[in-house]
């Protein structure tokens, strides 16, 4: 089991949320590797290093808006996320860093972790219909004034379909160590556009999606335990199992695409 829900209480009954705390998340997945493992830490900030985890948004189970505010939200009583890998070391170190040191400090808000819950994997992963518990985001190069500008790719490009499916044997390869199947398609049923800053000024276009998913059972599973699309390790891509029966979402429905 290398996916756990954690469960956070604040010191308060309300609390703020900035929207954009992803990589407050992030920071904190960090400062707890290192405290348990630098070794790992340190191996993990190295660049163009594949750091096969992935983390949800920050959730609360009561939480609304304020008017005119696009900066954050008011959450109340209890709050969590969740966090994926396919790496034991990093589990062990993520979450014996929690346990560890349980008073958590993100976005000046002050959180105790409650409980840490390891969960069961799904049986199988063909055919089953997930939704995200944050967005899906993928990228190309196109040329732009001479020079390759990265460009933030969606579902209603092809192009979107293909990186979806490589970054995905690619993370296959470093998983079970050998080649990847090509046997992988996904039906999307919803889609939600989101945008993140990831970093100061640095901003990402990404998706929240309800989608079936078919083909190669380990390939899928890939996808569940580091996450779908890429940049992971920033908090995008994680999904799970979708169990209801609505579709979800008000937004456009797809066909079939290869990916």
Do not use: C
């Amino acid at each position: 089991m290398m996916r756990f829900l954690i469960r956070l209480r604040n010191e308060n009954l309300e609390f703020k949320v900035p929207y954009n705390h992803l990589y407050y998340l992030q920071g904190l997945i960090y400062r707890r590797i290192q405290h348990m493992n630098p070794g790992l830490s340190l191996s993990l900030h190295k660049p163009k290093t594949p750091k096969l985890f992935t983390f949800s948004l920050f959730m609360t189970k009561e939480r609304h808006r304020i008017n005119g505010n696009s900066e954050y939200f008011i959450g109340r009583k209890d709050a969590f996320f969740y966090f994926s890998t396919a790496v034991p070391e990093i589990a062990e170190a993520f979450i014996g860093g929690l346990l560890q040191e349980p008073e958590v400090q993100l976005w000046g808000e002050r959180f105790y972790v409650e409980t840490v819950k390891a969960l069961p994997e799904p049986v199988s992963f063909n055919g089953r219909k997930y939704s995200t518990l944050s967005p899906i985001a993928v990228t190309t190069l196109k040329p732009q004034f001479g020079k390759l500008k990265r460009y933030d790719l969606g579902p209603d490009e092809p192009k979107f379909y293909e990186n979806l499916r490589e970054n995905l044997k690619g993370k296959y390869l470093l998983i079970y160590g050998k080649k990847p199947p090509e046997d992988f398609k996904i039906e999307v049923l919803n889609v939600k556009p989101k945008r993140f800053e990831v970093k100061p000024g640095i901003f990402q276009r990404a998706w929240h999606m309800v989608f079936k998913a078919y083909g190669d059972d380990e390939l899928i599973r890939a996808g569940y335990l580091v996450g779908f699309g890429e940049k992971n390790s920033l908090g995008f891509g994680m999904v799970k199992v979708d169990k209801s029966k609505k579709g979800g979402g008000k937004n456009r429905k797809r066909k079939s695409k290869e990916a």
